[in-house]
Each structure stands twice: as structure tokens, then as C-alpha cells.
């Protein structure tokens, strides 16, 4: 009871930010992104495709300690699970994070993200 109780809290103060003026982010343009360096240590990570709410399904993961993050894409938030440091290591967490879900009656499904190159 108490874990919920301390997440329920931590959820309720990640949105209090609401009365602070949103300052831009600042996106690169076409041409320092074909620039810019790949890193060394490419990352790979797991895509969330949400059968059911975005809120419902992060608080899953914490609860199960998978590493998640929520990004816009397209316009729409998408939860991804990661980084992984290879695609081998992130197929076995993809592997094991489908059982628990299907064990957890979950319909979500996952999808192994390459990293950008």
C-alpha cells in the first residue's frame, strides 16, 4: 500500500509544473542533425504500442522496475522502455517483458527500436 501511495504522489507532482510559461525546445535543424557524430555506444530500446492507458501502463513498469520514458512522435506520447546497449540485450527484455505482460493480462505490444545511425 505504501508503494502505491508513493507513487500515486510522485504522478500527481510530475504534472505540477503546469503553471510555469513553457519555453521552447529547441530543435536542430535538417542540417546539424547530418552533422552532428555517432555515438560510440549506440542504444537500443523497446517501443510501447499502448492497448490501454499511457498512465496505467508507465506505473506498470515502475512497479516492475523496467527502465521507461515517455516522447512525443508524430504528435501522439509513446512509452519506450531502455536503453539496451545491443539488440540482443534488448530481445531478451523484450522476451521477458512480453511474459510479464501476458501474465499481467496487459494487451500491449512491444517493438525493438534500432538506434539512429
Not at 515502475?62 to 504528435?75: A, N, T
Not at 540485450?89 to 505482460?101: F, G, N, R, Y
Request: proline share 7%.
Amino acid at each position: 500500500m505504501r508503494k502505491m501511495a508513493m507513487m500515486v504522489a510522485v504522478l500527481m507532482l510530475a504534472g505540477c509544473d503546469g503553471g510555469k510559461p513553457a519555453t521552447p525546445a529547441k530543435v536542430p535543424t535538417a542540417d546539424s542533425v547530418a552533422e552532428a557524430p555517432t555515438p560510440a555506444s549506440a542504444q537500443w530500446t523497446i517501443r510501447v504500442h499502448l492497448k490501454e492507458a499511457l498512465s496505467d501502463m508507465t506505473y506498470w513498469l515502475v512497479e516492475h522496475h523496467y527502465p521507461s520514458y515517455v516522447v512525443k512522435v508524430d504528435g501522439s506520447e509513446v512509452v519506450m522502455i531502455g536503453p539496451f546497449d545491443s539488440q540482443d540485450s534488448a530481445e531478451k527484455a523484450k522476451a521477458d517483458i512480453d511474459a510479464a505482460l501476458t501474465k499481467g493480462h496487459r494487451l500491449s505490444q512491444l517493438q525493438v527500436i534500432a538506434p539512429r545511425s
